[in-house]
């Protein structure tokens, strides 16, 4: 008898794995086919998407944001996209877009129509908003961050619809123009339309290789506090130094209150480290934290920087991934006229400070603890004012977004991916999974080590490597 329920159970097995087996080939045949459409007709997407380069759309100087945003809503509308919406904000308009109502899940993409100014014009070869072509790449403003993903997403749509004549899932298109700015409106925005943006999951269309030529796979984003911190002399103006002996100098008193914050790379303000949690041992292991699974060469290569000499591979992985930092932006006082000569006690002082934050940490509560641990140590003349505060963001590796996205950057980008539990970056788009309680996963094509420098380029084969990627996340989180 219970030999016979095996028997059965082999059966079924047997049975289910092959329907499976049947079904991945399926799917794989299916894509092949996408895959060549994209391919044979990558001069009209490649046009399209240096058209959209062409329109500069640069947030903080307000330059050809109207042009931008109108040539968008209509480019999404020829490419098949349902209820356009340009809504006014404060600053730059965030942009709706709608496919299909009738299929189960929907899932809600995110990207940013601005850009960043291009800098001295003398340091790029070629016009930053001609999208010229050069070799087998686009250079251009946005060509990384994140025209190139922003247009993928709509004409991955686009292939699916003209190949299967319907979507397999519901798309709502967000698009913002202000991103490199810090997405000041984006937070109300979605708050005032949580109900148009109800989705099942979140995909931000943030991502590409590294130097290496890695795919950047990562599960979430660090926070972010950002604070001003100034003193101010107690005489009305600058005085003569003199007279240093007998009054306060604020760049004094500055520096002190900013030495008082940290001791040996550890941040004194009490509760930081409240809520930080360091990896587990499967986290140590899947990401070499316990034996670096890359040497510092390779990792100083793929962050384009050179790592502190006392630290090894592993231990700057788990600095950079799981660690809160408190950083000096900047700091300006007195007279600072290189090899000049003047002998004054300044009239104030000025740092901004940056703190990267791990999920589990509260701007809000950091702050607060901040101004009063100052307060407490005799800074009290010391003003410390928040400039800017975003929270950390982790999603489960076990999400079908998530387990969408990594299937669909090896079946369509590569199988070479630096595997990161979170980026070290910060942005503004954590407030959707926030607010709208959806997980959110984060993919895209492209050199992500350009961005915002001049020369900013993306290889053709990454731009259509990025429709691929599109169409299989749209694909694979619908199966
Ligand atoms: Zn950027």
């Given at each position: 008898m219970e030999s016979g329920i095996f028997a059965q159970n082999i059966q079924r097995f047997k049975t289910t794995s092959h329907k499976k087996r049947i079904l991945r080939l399926s799917l794989m045949s299916q894509m092949k086919e996408i895959y060549e459409f994209v391919d044979r007709n990558s001069q009209r997407f490649l046009l399209e998407f240096r058209d959209f380069i062409r329109k500069p759309g640069i947030s903080t100087e307000n330059t050809g944001i109207k042009e931008t945003v109108a040539w968008l809503a209509a480019t999404m509308k020829e490419n098949g996209v349902e209820n356009v919406q340009v809504f006014e904000t404060q600053r730059h308009p965030v942009i709706l877009g709608r496919i299909g109502k009738a299929a189960n899940r929907t899932l809600l993409v995110y990207g940013h129509y601005d850009v960043q100014p291009p800098g001295d014009?003398?340091?790029?070869?070629?016009?930053?908003?001609?999208a010229d072509v050069v070799g087998d790449t686009i250079v251009g403003r946005g060509t990384c961050d994140m025209k190139n993903n922003l247009m993928a997403t709509i004409q991955a749509a686009k292939v699916l619809l003209q190949c299967k004549?319907?979507?397999p899932i519901n798309l709502i298109f967000l698009f913002e123009g202000e991103e490199e700015i810090g997405s000041p409106s984006l937070r109300p925005f979605v708050e005032d339309h949580k109900e148009e943006l109800s989705c099942d999951s979140i995909l931000c269309a943030e991502g590409g290789e590294n130097k290496n030529g890695q795919t950047l796979l990562f599960h979430g984003l660090k926070g972010m506090l950002y604070v001003e911190l100034s003193a101010e002399s107690p005489n009305s103006g600058e005085v003569h130094s003199m007279y240093a002996g007998i009054t306060d100098n604020p760049a004094w008193r500055l520096v002190s209150a900013l030495q008082s914050l940290k001791e040996d790379e550890r941040v004194?303000?009490?509760?930081?480290?409240?809520?930080v949690e360091g990896p587990s041992l499967k986290e140590k292991i899947k990401y070499g934290?316990?034996?670096?699974?890359?040497s510092k060469k390779q990792l100083e290569d793929a962050f384009d920087l050179k790592v502190k000499d006392e630290m090894s591979a592993s231990e700057a992985l788990l600095e950079i991934f799981y660690r809160p930092t408190l950083n000096i932006d900047g700091l300006c006082s007195g007279y600072t006229v290189e090899k000049g000569i003047k002998t004054i006690v300044p009239k104030n002082a000025f740092a901004k400070i940056d703190m990267r934050l791990v999920p589990g940490q509260n701007p809000s509560t950091i702050m607060e603890s901040m101004q009063k641990y100052l307060k407490g140590k005799g800074f009290a003349d010391i003003s410390a004012e928040k400039l800017g505060e975003l929270p950390a963001y982790k999603v489960g590796p076990k999400e079908r977004i998530v387990q969408a996205v990594t299937k669909a950057l090896k079946e369509a980008v590569s199988k070479n991916i630096m595997t990161?539990?979170?980026?070290p970056g910060s942005g503004a788009m954590v407030w959707l999974p926030r607010i709208l309680d959806k997980p959110m996963a984060f993919a895209g094509s492209g050199a992500v080590h350009m961005a915002h420098r001049p020369n900013e380029f993306i290889t053709i084969e990454q731009y259509l490597r990025g429709i691929k990627l599109f169409a299989t996340i749209y694909n694979n989180f619908s199966s």
């Open positions: 014009r003398c340091d790029w070869r070629v016009n930053p908003f001609a004549k319907t979507l004194l303000v009490p509760g930081f480290y409240e809520g934290l316990a034996r670096a699974t890359i990161m539990p979170i980026a």
